[in-house]
């Protein structure tokens, strides 16, 4: 089993940034990769972000958010990290932390919120 746990939501002024972390534990030498997923009200959840944990190379950022957004993990801490910068109000939204192990079905966190607004 993985537990993952989100944090650093917030309300924040548009062109603002925020860093949201997701600490892992558990069983963590089957996850292969990781991402965040964003889920506006009344929206279906969408892929944001996407990182592979052994190599931390990236291989997926959502159009609206490339240029402004940052996918990253801390092997060492067991935590992955979403750097936003320049939020717009179209980025509020909940922000769940995925892992994906080698088997079986994908886990996630409870989410967390991210409200941008002036």
């Known amino acids: 089993q993985v537990q993952l746990v989100e944090s650093g939501g917030g309300l924040v002024q548009p062109g603002g940034s925020l860093r949201l972390s997701c600490a892992i534990s558990?069983?963590?030498?089957?996850?292969?990769?990781m991402a965040w997923y964003r889920q506006a009200p009344g929206k279906q959840r969408k892929l944001v972000a996407r990182i592979l944990t052994t190599t931390g190379v990236t291989t997926y950022y959502g159009d609206s958010v490339k240029g402004r957004f940052t996918i990253s993990r801390d092997i060492a801490k067991n935590t992955v990290y979403l750097q936003m910068n320049s939020l717009k109000p179209e980025d509020t939204a909940v922000y769940y932390c995925?892992?994906?192990?080698?088997?079986?079905?994908?886990?996630w966190g409870q989410g967390t919120q991210v409200t941008v607004s002036s």
């Open positions: 558990g069983s963590t030498s089957s996850i292969y990769r």
């Open positions: 995925n892992a994906d192990p080698e088997s079986g079905s994908a886990y």
